[in-house]
């Protein structure tokens, strides 16, 4: 049997998902995912939920819990693991876009993933308005920085 466009597609949101499940070590429960195609421009950032705190993907040894003294898990932060993760996700971004063009389908502009981990379900939010790109001052990174504080407020 033929794979689908949404077959393609929902694959490589998988892969996004089990990289960044991955980078944590399977011990987060919840995953937000940014994706962002502009014109020629990739971008993919994430954040998490551990132990019920928000936190960025340098910043998840914050979550961490301390016993007797001593954190409870410490994370692989390194800029390496960090610059891998990204790398990935963005190749996989750029593959979701691939598969757009395949298919003739429209390149969302913005993707919006939450991913719970404890129900192993995804949630998607797809735009497909310019965002950052007609703006002078704008930038994924800020559009991101948004994101994270309107979810880490709602506790």
Known sequence: MTKSFEDYFSELQTDMVSIC?????????????????????YYFN??????????LKHKINDAVRVVNNAPEYIYDTSRDRQLGLLDIATEDLKKIH??????????PTEMKLHYNVEKNSLAADY?????????????????FEQWYEAISSQG
């Open 98 to 107: 691939e598969i757009c063009n395949a298919f003739r389908r429209e390149m």
């Open 21 to 41: 499940l991955e980078y944590v070590d399977r011990k987060a429960d919840d995953i937000y995912l940014y994706c962002s195609y502009e014109p020629e421009a």
């Open 127 to 143: 735009k497909y308005d310019l965002i950052y790109s007609n703006d002078d001052e704008l930038l994924p990174d800020d559009i």
């Open 46 to 55: 994430v954040f998490y939920r551990i132990n019920r705190a928000f936190v």
